[in-house]
């Protein structure tokens, strides 16, 4: 029954995220609800491998967050006038990617929808940055990373003293010193401008 249960919602995120712009919700939410969904049923057919839904929220913020980190470093690594702040785009494209897998191989153990985009929000930041050349570009880009890596430690930092699962919290516990470098590294760089 439970089987059934995960194809049938299985097939449900399929349809919900090949529906792009003509769903009215973007892709966090999708696997947000398909998470809760996960939950409910999980409820009456409890399964050790599920987490609970603060985690699998936070898994799916942070899996959004991550894309858009690995977009975002992508632009700067194309479009930044100045060489650090492409040398920290390319950072964040390899130090986000391999986030990014280790959190979907974890989502796939523990029955996690995750976003197969950024959140709509996120993705209007990188076309509103992408958008910028020359210094504007870099300015806007900087900028976003000081306050992205904020949120992102205190994200973590949230998750790690709620989280319950020992497999999700050794992810959390092993990605937090990446950000905490990364939001250092890019106030400096900030700092320089």
């Given at each position: 029954?439970?089987?059934?249960?995960?194809?049938?919602?299985?097939?449900?995120?399929?349809?919900?995220?090949?529906?792009?712009n003509a769903s009215n919700?973007?892709?966090?939410?999708?696997?947000?609800?398909?998470?809760?969904?996960?939950?409910?049923?999980?409820?009456?057919?409890?399964?050790?491998?599920?987490?609970?839904?603060?985690?699998?929220?936070?898994?799916?913020?942070?899996?959004?967050?991550?894309?858009?980190?690995?977009?975002?470093?992508?632009?700067?690594?194309?479009?930044?006038?100045?060489?650090?702040?492409?040398?920290?785009?390319?950072?964040?494209?390899?130090?986000?990617?391999?986030?990014?897998?280790?959190?979907?191989?974890?989502?796939?153990?523990?029955?996690?929808?995750?976003?197969?985009?950024?959140?709509?929000?996120?993705?209007?930041?990188?076309?509103?940055?992408?958008?910028?050349?020359?210094?504007?570009?870099?300015?806007?880009?900087?900028?976003?990373?000081?306050?992205d890596h904020k949120k992102?430690?205190?994200?973590?930092?949230?998750?790690?003293?709620?989280?319950?699962?020992?497999?999700?919290?050794?992810?959390?516990?092993?990605?937090?010193?990446?950000?905490?470098?990364?939001?250092?590294?890019?106030?400096?760089?900030?700092?320089?401008?």
């Open positions: 029954m439970k089987n059934i249960l995960i194809v049938w919602i299985a097939s449900l995120w399929l349809a919900v995220s090949g529906c792009g919700k973007d892709a966090k939410e999708a696997a947000d609800s398909i998470n809760q969904a996960l939950a409910d049923s999980s409820a009456s057919m409890p399964d050790t491998s599920q987490v609970s839904t603060d985690e699998a929220a936070f898994a799916t913020e942070a899996a959004s967050g991550g894309l858009a980190e690995v977009a975002l470093g992508e632009l700067a690594a194309q479009k930044a006038t100045d060489a650090k702040v492409k040398a920290f785009g390319t950072m964040m494209v390899k130090d986000h990617s391999k986030a990014n897998e280790e959190l979907k191989a974890l989502a796939a153990k523990k029955n996690i929808a995750l976003p197969s985009a950024p959140a709509v929000e996120k993705q209007k930041k990188l076309e509103e940055i992408g958008a910028k050349a020359g210094k504007d570009f870099d300015k806007a880009y900087v900028e976003e990373m000081v306050e992102d430690v205190a994200l973590f930092e949230e998750a790690l003293e709620k989280s319950k699962d020992p497999e999700m919290k050794q992810f959390i516990e092993s990605t937090l010193p990446v950000l905490r470098k990364h939001l250092e590294h890019i106030q400096t760089i900030d700092g320089e401008k």
